[in-house]
């Protein structure tokens, strides 16, 4: 039960993580279109 609690656990992180990195990189490219255009 532990390990399948740490599983889930793990799996979430995962998410959080790779939904915060493609955030990032969406706004970089963002401030770079700006940058562009200015």
């Given at each position: 039960m532990n390990a399948q609690i740490n599983q889930k656990?793990?799996?979430r992180i995962n998410t959080i993580i790779?939904?915060?990195l493609s955030h990032?990189?969406?706004r970089n490219a963002f401030i770079a279109w700006i940058a562009?255009?200015?």
């Open positions: 656990n793990a799996a790779h939904a915060s990032i990189s969406h562009r255009r200015s």
